[in-house]
């Protein structure tokens, strides 16, 4: 059903008055026609793509050492510029105990409140510069962001879910990994887990999980380029 749910809601319907409030992710999407051709677009996506997304709420049930492989397996295969691969990542797992906390405490905002449950947790590093003659990679951060979303698409496929975070501190980040601050860059946090059961969330991050994933449409981001 969780596919159908984000059918339903990239689909851009609304619900009806009369329906009962389920859970959004199990609305189903095609009681009403009115978005009949979007939805049959949506269905013929890549079902990883469709499973994807962000969630807060992390189940316990282990992530395995041979599913983190598969994941940087796929960050691994990603393109980039040069095919200079300029992505690092550190990762710790939750079994790792005080490791794990001490990442925790480098999240910021509401970022540790729900990502203390995950089981995994990752910072994403950019490579600023090329091995080559150490010139700028301009492409350097695109590439890192086709590296993470290939991960996440990869855990989707697997079930699981990650949930990337710019809301981190990247200067303790960077000292706690050492990093040569002059080539590389912390970009993102990433949490790894099972979803979890949206309950287990205080009310205001309960509210914002439940939400309604939204979307722009097509039309507001792509252009055919007109013959001149
Ligand atoms: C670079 C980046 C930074 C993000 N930072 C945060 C963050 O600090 N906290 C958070 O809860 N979500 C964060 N997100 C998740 C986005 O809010 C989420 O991807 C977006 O709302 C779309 O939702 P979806 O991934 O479920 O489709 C971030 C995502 C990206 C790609």
């Excluded at 860059?185 to 309950?199: N, Y």
């Amino acid at each position: 059903m969780l596919t159908h749910n984000l059918i339903y809601r990239k689909a851009g319907i609304k619900k009806p008055a009369f329906f009962i409030n389920l859970h959004p992710h199990n609305y189903p999407y095609n009681l009403f026609c009115k978005a009949n051709f979007q939805q049959k677009i949506i269905m013929q996506l890549n079902k990883a793509i469709q499973n994807r997304w962000s969630p807060r709420a992390f189940s316990d049930k282990e992530v395995t050492k041979e599913m983190i492989d598969l994941l940087f397996e796929a960050a691994r295969w990603a393109p980039s510029s040069m095919n200079e691969q300029p992505w690092k990542y550190y990762f710790v797992h939750r079994n790792n105990q005080n490791t794990f906390n001490e990442v925790v405490e480098i999240l910021t905002g509401t970022n540790p409140v729900w990502a203390q449950h995950a089981q995994v947790l990752i910072i994403s590093v950019v490579k600023k510069n090329f091995d080559y003659q150490n010139r700028p990679n301009k492409n350097a951060l695109h590439d890192l962001g086709a590296a993470n979303v290939s991960i996440a698409i990869q855990a989707a496929e697997m079930g699981l879910q990650v949930h990337q975070m710019g809301g981190f501190d990247k200067t303790k980040a960077a000292e706690y990994l050492q990093l040569d601050i002059e080539n590389f860059e912390p970009v993102t946090a990433i949490a790894v887990g099972f979803q979890g059961d949206a309950d287990q969330l205080p009310k205001e991050l309960k509210e914002r999980e439940l939400q309604p994933r939204k979307r722009k449409k097509i039309e507001e981001f792509v252009y055919e380029i007109a013959e001149k």
